[in-house]
């Protein structure tokens, strides 16, 4: 029987986009963040923070350092481009997140995965966007500053997303996102015509030996 192996290296590289995530075992800083809350105990807050990407592909996972503190462990992400330092159009939002990370410790991610349709462009400018999935509950979340020195554009809004204001250069929230280059994967034909290749190589290989 033939035996077949493919080198890692042949593989599709996954490409980072972005990340200000630090290394293993100290992925952000633990004792602080930016509060991602509903209205209850002290008022609610979502906040965005612009990143620029680092290469051209389309995205398929967004990993995010938040801690719970308390309440309802709940909270959405939303990606968005930028226009002129504010959001501009959205590209994706996704619901119902909760982490798994009390605040004060390290070093747990909150991963959405399996993101499709997205593409990035290299050295243009998006928004990242945490909020309470519901405004006037009690969650209260902190996604935990990033420990890598990073600092860009924050927006912050106190009426559920409907007004931002432009705080100018802060730290950021820990956070990458991670993807492709796209058109990497090989068609079901071409996979076909690979394995019809392989079974006459196997073929060949057998009537050489005498099999």
């Not at 309440?71 to 996704?94: C, E, M, V």
């Not at 909150?110 to 997205?118: D, F, L, P, Q």
Request: aromatic content about 10%; hydrophobic content about 30%; proline content about 3%.
């Amino acid at each position: 029987m033939l035996a077949v192996s493919f080198s890692a290296a042949s593989l599709p590289a996954q490409t980072t986009f972005y990340s200000n995530l630090g290394t293993s075992g100290d992925l952000y800083n633990s004792g602080e963040g930016w509060t991602i809350s509903g209205t209850f105990g002290g008022g609610e807050q979502s906040i965005g923070t612009a990143f620029t990407s680092m290469s051209s592909g389309n995205i398929s996972e967004i990993d995010i350092g938040v801690g719970y503190s308390f309440g309802t462990n709940s909270f959405y992400a939303a990606l968005y481009t930028d226009n002129n330092g504010a959001l501009g159009t959205q590209l994706g939002q996704w619901n119902n997140l909760s982490s798994t990370q009390s605040f004060g410790g390290c070093c747990g991610l909150v991963s959405i995965t399996g993101i499709t349709g997205i593409d990035l462009t290299s050295g243009e400018q998006y928004f990242l966007v945490l909020g309470p999935t519901d405004p006037n509950g009690n969650t209260s979340e902190a996604w935990y500053y990033n420990n890598t020195g990073a600092q860009d554009t924050q927006l912050s809004s106190h009426d559920g997303g409907a007004t931002w204001t432009n705080n100018g250069d802060q730290v950021m929230g820990a956070f990458d996102v991670l993807g492709g280059p796209g058109g990497t994967t090989p068609e079901p034909s071409s996979l076909i015509l690979l394995g019809t290749g392989l079974l006459g190589a196997s073929a060949t290989l057998r009537r050489k030996i005498g099999l």
